[in-house]
């Protein structure tokens, strides 16, 4: 007679492929540690309220002490008759505590039982998130301090644009995973209130301390409509919206960590450990750690319209839909904690290689706008002076030459302005010391801004 939840309003067993279809238990193990602290939470305010006697709390707690020893040593039998995490805590805790196991259940759904699971689960994901943002954003800054003299080319169109620290590219990514620290912390706001106490929909008839509750499970509120309560999973929607941004970024990353290490480029190498090799080609070193990250940003992406399409034809209140939103949600957890994980390590494991950097930059007339800037500091008229910088450019592109390679009678028929002094702005270092206010890439910058992101990263 196992797993007969539903009693005696069935005159027949559900079916085993039923039974199958509508189990949860095989993912939804995964919160129980959640699920044990709702219900001692739950316990303890229902004992404070003189709903249930003390004498039941004491048999509760030590139930819930042997349950937890049993899951943590793998001895716990998950049955997939008892359809999901909380009836298979809450049976066998009746086992072990007889009539106060069943009293538990008391001014309480699954409904706001599993939306109460799903916040502690999720704030405790967000928790891990953010320490993991901290981590990658304090290895990009090591990095960056170590090449805040390092140059290369910036890129428009993939095209050399100007000359650029890699300093300060490392530190663009601190920037975009410090908002995805604000949005985590930010999401985490509305994550943590507590649904428990709408019980099924509408509230139940108990003389409940919702409050209570939400002071013991740490909530900062209650959920102050039980329809909402019970329906609502917007927190988790917002979260892997979060959780994919952080994976645009990623992905981003990913994108440019693969071009640079190709051996075209050169500009970096990717310690061993997180490269592999080809089952077929010897030579090979593939930056799959990079690859797979930029693929994985596609699930999350999936998850987060798996979601929002889970909810939008969804009445009020409670419908078993909201069940689907465990497994986007586990994954996308997963996914982001070792994807962030791994590059924070993986940071560590960059070797930059600064003379092809160079060579790089020294390609491409990365300089044209440095020259178009000196010309106007002379008294040309900005656009003047582009004009006459693309001619000296197509002269150079012509002989196959650098700016910097023509001589002063050569660039002074593009402009009588030109004058000695204008070789000192066509070198690369000249050039990205030149663009020294906050938010430029001039060396000085590059380390006042780490210092900026140290103190910040310090506080957290
Ligand atoms: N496993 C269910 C879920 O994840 C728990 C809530 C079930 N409630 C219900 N009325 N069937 O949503």
Same mark, same amino acid.
């Given at each position: ?8 309003? @069935? ?18 193990k ?5 699920d044990? =602290?709702?219900?001692?939470? $739950? ?39 008892? =359809?999901?995490? $909380?009836?298979?805590?809450e ?14 259940? /008391? ?26 943002? /901290? ?8 990095l960056?301090e170590q090449h ?32 995805? +620290? =604000? ?9 943590n209130?507590? &649904? ?21 499970l ?5 959920? $102050? ?13 917002e979260?892997? +919206? ?39 080609? &010897? ?15 596609? %699930? ?30 586990f994954?996308t ?9 791994? @590059?924070?390590?993986m ?8 003379? +092809?950097? %160079? ?27 582009? #004009? ?22 050569q ?8 004058? #000695?002094?204008?070789?000192?702005v066509?070198?690369? =270092?000249?050039?990205? +010391?030149?663009?020294? $206010? ?23």
């Amino acid at each position: 007679k196992k797993g007969e939840a539903w009693s005696a309003r @069935f005159s027949e067993p559900v079916s085993d492929l039923v039974k199958r279809y509508t189990a949860s238990v095989f993912f939804d193990k995964r919160m129980w540690k959640a699920d044990i =602290e709702g219900s001692l939470a $739950h316990a303890e305010m229902l004992a404070a309220q003189g709903i249930i006697p003390t004498a039941d709390l004491e048999a509760i707690r030590g139930g819930m002490a042997q349950i937890t020893a049993e899951i943590e040593g793998g001895q716990f039998e998950w049955l997939l008759d008892l =359809e999901d995490v $909380h009836l298979n805590i809450e049976k066998r805790l009746t086992e072990l505590a007889g009539d106060a196991g069943k009293r538990l259940h /008391t001014g309480r759904s699954r409904n706001d039982q599993v939306a109460t699971d799903i916040r502690l689960y999720v704030r405790s994901a967000i928790d891990d998130i953010t320490a993991l943002l /901290t981590q990658l954003r304090s290895a990009l800054v090591d990095l960056a301090e170590q090449h805040a003299d390092t140059i290369l080319p910036g890129f428009t169109h993939m095209q050399v644009a100007q000359p650029i620290t890699f300093g300060h590219h490392m530190l663009a990514y601190v920037e975009m995973f410090g908002r995805d +620290a =604000e949005r985590m912390a930010d999401c985490r706001k509305r994550v943590n209130r507590l &649904p428990l106490g709408a019980a099924a929909l509408a509230g139940t008839t108990f003389p409940i301390d919702r409050l209570r509750v939400a002071q013991n499970l740490g909530f900062d509120d209650v959920c $102050h409509n039980s329809l909402d309560a019970v329906s609502d999973r917007d927190f988790a929607i917002e979260f892997t +919206a979060a959780a994919s941004l952080i994976m645009t970024h990623v992905s981003r990353m990913s994108e440019e960590l693969v071009i640079w290490m190709s051996p075209r480029v050169g500009f970096i190498d990717i310690a061993d450990r997180f490269c592999t090799g080809s089952s077929i080609m &010897p030579q090979k070193k593939n930056p799959d750690v990079p690859e797979l990250a930029r693929g994985k940003t596609g %699930r999350v992406y999936g998850h987060l319209m798996g979601l929002l399409t889970l909810m939008k034809g969804q009445p009020l209140a409670y419908n078993k839909d909201n069940q689907e939103d465990k497994e986007p949600l586990f994954d996308t957890v997963d996914t982001v904690v070792d994807t962030l994980r791994i @590059f924070a390590d993986m940071a560590g494991g960059i070797t930059v290689k600064p003379e +092809a950097m %160079r060579a790089a930059a020294l390609q491409g007339y990365a300089t044209a706008t440095d020259l178009a800037d000196y010309l106007v500091k002379k008294g040309l008229p900005f656009r003047d002076a582009h #004009e006459a910088v693309a001619h000296a450019v197509r002269t150079c592109v012509d002989a196959n030459c650098d700016l910097a390679d023509l001589s002063l009678e050569q660039l002074r028929a593009f402009s009588p302005l030109v004058g #000695e002094d204008v070789f000192e702005v066509l070198t690369l =270092e000249g050039s990205v +010391a030149a663009r020294d $206010h906050v938010g430029g890439t001039a060396p000085n910058q590059v380390r006042a801004a780490i210092a900026r992101v140290r103190a910040q990263l310090a506080g957290n």
